[in-house]
């Protein structure tokens, strides 16, 4: 009778007459709270009976987070101080798995796919200990979904290991037989079959075929009938029926509710893709704005997710042919797939602490009973007699000697352990941050000069072509960049200074450069006397100057002034200008950019904008016993000084020139 009050939506009805006969010392299993068509009767129940008992509520809660993993992505954990503070005053160990594996999925949804692991297994764990086989599938199912998750990084790639957690859930399945167990195993399997399109697609039709068919005959179970409408768009998609796909997208966001705001975003985000496919270039742009729009205002922020919308819209507008505002997009797809990427690196640092300190406490735990045991020796000494006192004594003073000298070396293992990763995390951030940009540059370029040769859009290739040039050299100077801020972490790269004519040096630097913007408005210039003679390494100085007009030419964008200058001051110097005409900078970033260059200031790669060359100008303009600063443009911009010591053989060489003369 429970059963068809709940097909008929009658939820509150349900849970009076659960108050009438519940048993509290009863322990209820995963599988009698399976999701349910109408939520909101739920929730107007819980509001109505804040004193229900406990065992009822607790049941209610549990129930609502269910139905929340399957339509409502952002209200996934809403429940969990409840659950979590009913199942310890009830002493419910199903209760308490049940939290566990709530609390790993509201974090599979942010992403956090390395913490989901350690709280789905220990979800496992206890519903193993409860004897509770829907719970134990569900917590194999998220695993699955972990290791086969299509945003971000994989905390696992292994086949193996998701067909063996498969196995699992079909034998529970088979013990079981419950029909809510089974429409969560059918959507395991889709997920798992999305990365084998050979044979992947075939499966995948009958999985979808045999969930839709449960759906029709189960009216309790429409609650699904979303994930799968949404997946079987997805499958059309992936097999090339791309009008299908846009149609099934179109029938499921109409049934889609307001406060569904994560479900909505994604399936406008795949309306855009689908739009792209068939080349509804417009609409596809408005879907993709609305669809950022709509991800951005979800807090906390799944940058995993917000990449792709940034990505198909830049597509589109290349598409369209607006390379200027698909230039600006590449920055947000940039930016949103560093952030990807460092969040999984500061992640796995978390990991690789958390687990040296657990290898640290465990030898000192180790270490504490080896002293037991020693303690127990001396009072066995004791009793022995005072002969054995001294023996004893020298035994203890021996042991702490060596118990300081492990403590010693295990602390400056700590420290060059820790040293090692902030040296890799830096590494790592400096390639996320310098290297996405220009590779982003080079996505769906083949097939965008393809379209413009159809066209005879000649004009559009030559920009092209410019943009490619422009990328490689980018990623040529930036390989460079990153090629010898390693070797110098090393002390590897040789210095070997020498009279250098500077007018020369630069204009040899400038003239790569000339051709980089010959098709912008930018102007490049040279101004040095050619007496002006340096004592420096001239791989060093050319490193210098390069990077200094890369950081002008971002400056500046397409239109502008770069000046470079060389003098020998007052004292005896060679100064080094290089001088642009953007907008400069705020004082809080000028000083910001002074403590840098002097090294007063300890900073990371992305602070302020700061990148990898910025920091290699300061490292190569030390090594030549020289300096760097920074300072307001006249009348604009802002302008890089570069100061060296002048060359032994300068005077020497202008008084033979005048001499000549």
Same mark, same amino acid.
């Given at each position: 009778? =429970? ?36 939520? $909101? ?29 399957? !339509? ?16 310890? @005053?009830?002493?419910?160990? #199903? ?6 594996? %709530? ?43 972990? !290791? ?68 029709? *005959? ?21 097999? #090339? ?8 997208? +179109?029938?499921?966001?109409? &049934? ?18 689908? =739009? ?11 879907? =993709? *704005? ?46 949103? !797939? ?7 690196? $500061? ?5 690789? &602490? ?23 020796? *001396?009072?066995?000494?004791?009793? %022995? ?27 400056? @293992? ?7 990763? +902030? ?27 393809? $379209? ?83 004592? @420096? ?9 390069? !990077?200094?007009? $890369?950081?002008?030419?971002?400056? %500046? ?13 007052? &004292? ?38 700061? #990148? ?12 030549? +016993? ?11 911009? %802002? ?9 032994? &053989? ?12």
């Amino acid at each position: 009778m =429970c059963t068809d009050l709940i097909r008929m939506g009658m939820v509150p009805l349900f849970f009076c007459s659960l108050l009438l006969n519940i048993q509290v010392s009863r322990a209820q299993s995963f599988a009698d709270t399976y999701p349910v068509n109408k939520p $909101d009767s739920l929730v107007q129940w819980l509001r109505a009976n804040p004193k229900a008992h406990p065992q009822a509520r607790l049941k209610a809660l549990i129930t609502l987070e269910r139905t929340y993993t399957w !339509n409502y992505h952002d209200k996934v954990g809403e429940h969990l101080p409840e659950i979590s503070r009913l199942a310890k @005053a009830l002493n419910h160990t #199903g209760a308490r798995a049940s939290a566990a594996y %709530i609390q790993a999925y509201r974090l599979f949804n942010q992403n956090r796919l390395a913490d989901v692991i350690s709280l789905a297994n220990q979800s496992l764990k206890l519903f193993g200990a409860a004897n509770d086989h829907s719970g134990q599938l569900h917590a194999y199912g998220l695993l699955v979904l972990t !290791n086969s998750t299509l945003y971000g990084n994989r905390v696992t790639s292994s086949r193996a290991l998701s067909e063996q957690y498969l196995g699992k859930m079909e034998t529970l399945l088979r013990d079981n037989n419950n029909v809510h167990d089974f429409l969560t195993t059918q959507l395991v399997h889709t997920r798992f079959q999305y990365g084998e399109m050979e044979d992947g697609a075939r499966s995948m039709r009958q999985t979808l075929d045999n969930a839709a068919q449960v759906i029709q *005959q189960r009216p309790d179970c429409a609650y699904a009938r979303y994930r799968f409408g949404r997946v079987e768009a997805i499958y059309y998609g992936l097999i #090339g029926e791309h009008e299908k796909a846009y149609a099934l997208n +179109k029938q499921v966001l109409q &049934q889609i509710k307001p406060e569904q705001g994560w479900e909505m975003a994604t399936l406008t985000y795949n309306l855009a893709t689908d =739009c792209y496919k068939l080349n509804r270039i417009d609409e596809g742009i408005a879907l =993709c *704005q609305h669809s950022i729009a709509m991800l951005t205002g979800v807090k906390p922020v799944n940058y995993a997710i917000l990449a792709g919308p940034y990505t198909k819209y830049r597509e589109l507008m290349q598409k369209k042919g607006d390379f200027v505002a698909a230039n600006r997009l590449a920055d947000s797809v940039q930016k949103y !797939n560093g952030m990807v990427f460092l969040a999984q690196n $500061d992640q796995k640092m978390l990991e690789l &602490q958390v687990r040296y300190e657990t290898e640290r406490k465990q030898a000192q735990i180790a270490e504490l009973k080896r002293l037991n045991e020693v303690t127990a020796v *001396q009072n066995r000494m004791y009793l %022995i007699g005072l002969g054995l006192a001294m023996v004893v004594i020298g035994l203890v003073v021996y042991l702490s000697l060596r118990l300081h000298r492990a403590n010693a070396r295990l602390s400056l @293992a700590l420290a060059e352990v820790q040293q090692l990763n +902030k040296a890799r995390e830096q590494f790592i951030g400096i390639i996320a941050h310098d290297m996405r940009k220009p590779l982003v540059s080079f996505q769906g370029l083949a097939d965008l000069i393809n $379209d413009r040769l159809k066209q005879r859009a000649y004009a559009d290739i030559g920009q092209i072509s410019q943009a490619i040039d422009s990328a490689g050299v980018q990623i040529e100077t930036m390989l460079d960049n990153l090629l010898r801020w390693a070797l110098s972490q090393r002390e590897a790269i040789p210095y070997h200074p020498d009279n250098i004519r500077v007018t020369d040096l630069l204009h040899r630097v400038t003239e790569l450069h000339r051709h980089l913007v010959q098709f912008h408005n930018i102007n490049i210039a040279v101004d040095c006397p050619s007496s002006v003679l340096v004592w @420096a390494d001239v791989d060093s100085l050319e490193l210098i100057v390069r !990077n200094l007009i $890369d950081n002008a030419l971002k400056a %500046i964008g397409t239109s502008g002034c770069i000046q470079l200058s060389g003098e020998v001051t007052d &004292q005896q110097e060679v100064q080094i200008r290089v001088w642009n005409s953007g907008r400069g900078v705020s004082p809080d970033k000028l000083l910001f950019l002074q403590g840098v260059l002097t090294g007063r200031r300890a900073v990371q790669i992305g602070e302020h904008g700061l #990148g990898l060359g910025l920091l290699l100008v300061r490292d190569f303009v030390a090594r030549n +016993k020289g300096r760097v600063t920074v300072e307001p443009g006249k009348p604009e911009g %802002i302008c890089f000084v570069v100061t060296l010591p002048k060359s032994v &053989q300068a005077d020497t060489l202008r008084a033979a020139q005048t001499e000549y003369a």
